[in-house]
């Protein structure tokens, strides 16, 4: 079967892990122009906090799995991108369900439910220069790949792409979400750490589950 099976899940996310931690200055220097410099800063916490929660833990499910990384997030993570990733890892763990695998349609469903966790939490909407700008045409090329009958690799690569093209789109876009927006006219011009953030989840998963 082409399942996503518990332990691909699991790679994903310390692949994702792994990146943020290659990458946590970039992050940084990237919200040192638009924010407080503490987006890298932010992230690296919180994902060496998860992969330290996954080590040596034996998870029943889906749902448990991301259960623990979303909270796992939000009580390490101070700024705005804690709840914010934490939303989206608990929305997608309640979405898989309560079985150790995933098919590809799931899967899409999953990402789809938690990008509504993202908007249902920060109300973020396209071209707000968030990172909603980078994981919302990522699910879209994802679902649009899956429905029309593409195989996971290569629906996930298509949908790294779209993270990667959704994360440049934010450079010229005036900030309406978050600390950024405080900045007004002053955040065009500057790449938005968060769909930064957003295109390394969606590199994680095209590396560790395709
Ligand atoms: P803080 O701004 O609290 O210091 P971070 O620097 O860790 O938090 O995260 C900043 C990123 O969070 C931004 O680059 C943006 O992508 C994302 N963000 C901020 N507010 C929102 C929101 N309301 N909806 C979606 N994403 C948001
Ligand atoms: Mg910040
Ligand atoms: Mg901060």
Redesign the pocket.
């Known amino acids: 079967s082409n399942a996503i099976t518990l332990s691909a899940l699991t790679a994903w996310v310390r692949e994702f892990g792994a990146l943020i931690d290659t990458h946590k200055d970039e992050l940084t220097q ?2 040192s122009a ?3 410099a ?2 890298g ?3 690296d916490r919180g994902m060496a906090a998860v992969l330290a929660a996954l080590d040596g833990e034996e998870f029943p499910s889906n749902a448990a799995l991301f259960k623990k990384i979303g909270m796992t997030l939000v009580s390490s ?6 709840p ?1 990733y934490g939303t989206f890892f608990l929305r997608f763990g309640a979405a898989c369900g309560d079985a150790a695998e995933v098919d590809p349609e799931g899967f899409a469903k999953a990402m789809r439910a938690g990008l509504d966790g ?2 249902a ?4 909407e396209a071209g ?6 980078a994981l919302a045409p990522a699910v879209d090329a994802l679902d649009d790949a899956i429905a029309s009958g593409s195989e996971l690799r290569a629906a996930l690569r298509a949908a790294a792409g779209a993270a990667e093209s959704g994360r440049d789109a ?1 450079t010229p876009m005036l900030a309406r ?5 405080y900045l007004g006219e002053r955040s065009v011009g500057h790449q ?7 295109a390394l989840l969606m590199r994680a998963a095209a590396s560790a589950l395709g």
């Not at 993570?77 to 804690?82: E, W």
């Not at 939490?121 to 973020?124: D, I, P, Q």
């Not at 938005?192 to 957003?198: F, L």
């Open positions: 990237l919200d638009i924010g407080d503490d987006h800063i932010n992230m993570v101070g700024g705005a991108s804690g914010l993202v908007v939490r920060g109300k973020a707000d220069k968030t990172m909603y700008d934010t979400k978050g600390r950024a927006s938005d750490p968060g769909a930064t953030s957003a």
